[in-house]
């Protein structure tokens, strides 16, 4: 079973301070590794994702993820935090391939202050 | 740039009675998903659907649950006599034939609220 653990339930930044959002997975297989961001009210947008191929991905909005199978972790990095990055984070993971389920993280809503 | 659709963005029901929730996905995707997330609490995958049947299920999709294409457009989950624990909010996914990233693409969601 896959599984996957955020921690931090809530991170808090100054804006222009490096943000880091942590995901650590559990998988029995090769995973692939997501990173979605959601809104308030809104759904939730796919920031980047992990799919074997390169293990520094980037991704929207000036956001990086680092996949590092020794540490099975793929956190969530940006160097210089705005305001509007304020939102959930949410880490998933998943077999490879097509289709198949995505396993979420409980989530780490970030807070950015001036 | 096209998108997931869901409707409607609030449902209201009383217990014990059937609603459906409709999505309509990105139209060249033949991969389907259900998610819901109860607030609060993470997001939880309740069902994939591929070629016309249930491809996988959660153990929170029972009997009570069931889901359709109706046609070419549409996708829908349908609750047969809601409960209390029922409330929350349920996204609908889809991802595309080919590939293997397996990116989902995510509707707004529909708040379902239980009385």
């Known amino acids: 079973a896959q599984s996957v653990t955020q921690l931090g339930s809530h991170v808090s930044v100054s804006e222009g301070a490096l943000v880091l959002l942590r995901c650590n997975y559990s998988s029995s297989v090769p995973p692939y590794l997501f990173w979605y961001v959601q809104y308030p009210n809104q759904g939730l947008q796919l920031l980047l994702k992990?799919?074997?191929?390169?293990?520094l991905v980037k991704g929207i909005n000036g956001f990086e993820a680092e996949f590092k199978k020794s540490e099975t972790s793929f956190h969530l990095t940006k160097p210089s935090a705005h305001m509007s990055d304020a939102a959930e984070y949410f880490c998933?993971?998943?077999?490879?391939?097509?289709?198949?389920?995505?396993?979420f993280g409980t989530g780490t809503r970030l807070q950015v202050t001036l | 740039e096209p998108e997931v659709t869901q409707t409607p963005s609030h449902q209201v029901t009383q217990m014990g009675q059937e609603v459906i929730l409709r999505c309509v996905p990105i139209s060249n995707h033949l991969y389907f998903y259900w998610y819901r997330q109860i607030l609060g609490q993470k997001v939880e995958f309740l069902v994939s659907?591929?070629?016309?049947?249930?491809?996988?299920k959660s153990e929170i999709f029972d009997d009570q649950f069931s889901v359709e294409r109706p046609d070419g457009s549409n996708f829908t989950l349908k609750i047969r006599s809601t409960k209390l624990e029922d409330s929350a909010m349920y996204f609908c996914a889809s991802s595309e034939p080919r590939g293997a990233s397996n990116e989902q693409f995510f509707g707004p969601g529909t708040r379902l609220t239980v009385l």
């Open positions: 992990y799919t074997s191929a390169a293990t």
């Open positions: 998933a993971v998943s077999d490879p391939g097509t289709a198949s389920k995505l396993t």
């Open positions: 659907f591929y070629n016309n049947e249930i491809s996988e």
